[in-house]
């Protein structure tokens, strides 16, 4: 037998039986050292620590004397139970629940709203929960679990039209004239509509066709401020339809005084105030140039009462509408 066959006889009688020994000691102290877990258990109000050599959460909880009730539940901080991890314990707790119109008490150890919505069945995608699924499980809660839905429709609506307005010289300012009438249109709108428990919340518009355009209304919209009387071109800020009468400086007041102090005479316009401030210069069509300076019980609103010479005057007057144009 050679010397490299003697050592290798040597060792296999020797020194492996040695090693296997060392590796024997080593696996079971490091398997007791992982077998042997610190566990935090959170139970009541207080934080427990225990050993363990369990590996299932039910038996620590057995070990460290915590009893669950049939609808208590816990959690696990880690997948699975290792050295540090910590058992969540729920007790179960009324709580009302409000779903698809019915309202009833639960008893529930589910540690959120939103785990408590699964639990019962509801597609938490199509649901909004009142608190947030996301809130923890307290006793006596009020939870709502809000259906959501939506459905796409198309309807008719009009299409109002549109107002153009075109300057004219031709006409008076503050005058306007139409000359095409408007005609609305249709169009059809694709919209998606949400309901909150059946009950229309909102609606999403799509898009939309026209099925008939509007036709726009065309106004002329004068702009002539210069008006001809017997002393030339007055230039003027508004024109306003009125409806005129006429009186008699002894009309009313024997002494023919105004209610402004001033003597009545032709070219004195009676006027409700909160219409024409008197003061106002103005051109009255058939009439002339006047002032606003009297007032009158029975003129109110756009009636004006024109101060005339003499009865003759007067009864050719008569009571007429007129256009009355306000001065700069």
């Known amino acids: 037998m050679t010397y490299v066959e003697l050592k290798k006889v040597f060792f296999r009688q020797k020194m492996l039986p040695l090693f296997l020994a060392l590796f024997t000691v080593l696996l079971v102290a490091t398997g007791f050292m992982f077998a042997n877990k610190k566990v935090h258990i959170a139970v009541d109000g207080t934080t427990i620590m225990i050993s363990t050599l369990h590996s299932k959460p039910q038996d620590v909880l057995v ?17 699975n139970l290792t050295d540090g991890s910590t058992i969540w314990v729920y007790r179960a707790v009324p709580v009302t629940v409000t779903y698809q119109g019915k309202t009833e008490v639960i008893v529930t150890g589910k540690p959120t ?14 649901t909004k929960l009142v608190p947030d699924g996301q809130n923890k499980i307290e006793a006596n809660m009020f939870i709502q679990a809000i259906t959501l839905t939506q459905k796409e429709v198309e309807r008719d609506v009009v299409e109002r039209f549109t107002v153009m307005r075109q300057p004219d010289s031709t006409l008076e300012k ?27 919340v909102s609606a999403e518009q799509l898009s939309e066709k026209i099925k008939e355009p509007p036709k726009p209304q065309v106004v002329h919209v004068g702009t002539r401020d210069v008006v001809d009387t017997s002393r030339g071109s007055m230039r003027f800020n508004r024109v306003m339809a009125m409806e005129a009468s006429a009186y008699l400086p002894t009309d009313g007041s024997a002494e023919g005084i105004t209610a402004t102090g001033v003597p009545a005479r032709r070219g004195i316009v009676a006027v ?36 005339m010479e003499n009865d003759s005057e007067a009864w050719r007057f008569g009571r007429r509408s007129v256009k009355v144009y306000i001065l700069d």
């Open 113 to 126: 709203v939103g785990e408590l919505a699964e639990s019962l069945g509801m597609n938490i995608e199509n």
């Open 174 to 200: 503050g005058v306007e004239k139409v000359i095409e009438e408007g005609q609305d249109g249709t169009k059809t709108i694709f919209a998606r509509i949400h309901y909150a428990d059946g009950v229309e």
């Open 63 to 79: 070990q460290a004397g915590v009893h669950l009730d049939p609808k208590d539940e816990y959690r696990l901080s880690t997948k």
């Open 272 to 307: 409700d105030p909160d219409v024409i401030p008197l003061g106002t210069r103005m051109y009255v069509q058939g009439y002339g140039l006047a002032t606003a300076a009297d007032v009158g019980g029975a003129i109110v609103g756009n009636r004006i009462d024109l101060c």
